[in-house]
């Protein structure tokens, strides 16, 4: 399955990359691009709202090589930045939000699907989808590349457009269930999977902190009271610092 994945994204890299020779040959920054593949996603939005499943699936299908083009642009164009990589991270979670919450309100007013039950796995899907971006954010700000788990941002992007494009309503509507629901598993699955690594990785070098307070204070030598001064506590000690752990 990976190997297919894998396959399948270099094949679709390699047909948008006369697209993307276009767009650097003309100067067209990443970030406009960013920005229009955000607004397609809207609208991918809220074409699902309206219960245009099928045509939903097409266009953001058709206009995934926004989310993809942006980056092959940055770096053909010479235009890398790290605010260019902010402002891509910023509007994918607004792209992801979109496209579910465009289902979450196709399922929430359409007569003939209406599922509260589905309202909330949509909602589910959503904070999974925020919470598998921010554990690796988080992790990359501690220096660790926690790019791991079972369904990234690709593959979602894969799986709210394809079966759709394809199947539309198909099954009366439980083929866009089933997506749905394993989105949104999958999402918590993937988050969980990220904890679950930092604390791997975070482990031992927590224990290797926590141990080190101890032995420099062990090995400190005792503080010795003055010649000829009285009583039983030197007056020359220093008080060792309160350390709290974050």
């Keep these: 399955m990976t190997a297919l994945w894998d396959w399948t ?3 679709y890299l390699r047909l948008i990359d006369p697209v993307a020779d276009w767009l650097v ?4 920054h990443p970030n406009t ?7 397609c996603s809207i609208i991918g939005g809220i074409i699902y709202a309206t219960g245009h499943i099928s045509t939903a699936g097409i266009w953001l299908g058709v206009t995934a090589l ?5 980056g092959t642009v940055a770096r053909r164009s010479g235009k890398s930045s790290t605010f260019g990589a902010f402002y891509d991270s910023t509007l994918d979670r607004v792209a992801d939000g979109a496209v579910m919450g465009g289902l979450a309100v196709f ?8 599922s509260t039950t589905m309202v909330i796995v949509c909602i589910a899907g959503i904070i999974g989808a925020f919470v598998t971006s921010y554990t690796r954010a988080r992790a ?3 220096g660790i590349d926690a790019k791991v788990g079972f369904l990234q941002r690709p593959e979602r992007v894969t799986l709210l457009a394809a079966p ?4 539309g309503l198909a099954l009366d509507g439980w083929v866009l269930i089933a997506i749905v629901w394993l989105l949104a598993v999958t999402s918590w699955i993937t988050a969980w999977q990220r904890v679950a690594f930092v604390h791997r990785v975070t482990r031992s070098s927590d224990a290797a902190n926590a141990a080190s307070p101890r ?3 062990s090995d400190r030598p005792a503080a010795r009271a003055p010649e000829g001064a009285s009583g039983g506590e030197p007056t020359g000690a220093t008080a060792t610092p309160h350390t709290e752990l974050a």
């Design 9 to 11: 994204q270099r094949t």
């Design 25 to 28: 040959a003309r100067g067209v």
């Design 33 to 39: 691009i960013t920005t229009v593949g955000t607004a």
């Design 66 to 70: 926004f989310d993809v083009i942006d």
């Design 107 to 114: 399922y929430a007013s359409s007569a003939v699907h209406h």
């Design 140 to 142: 990359e700000s501690l």
């Design 164 to 167: 759709q494009g394809i199947f």
């Design 215 to 217: 032995r420099r204070a």
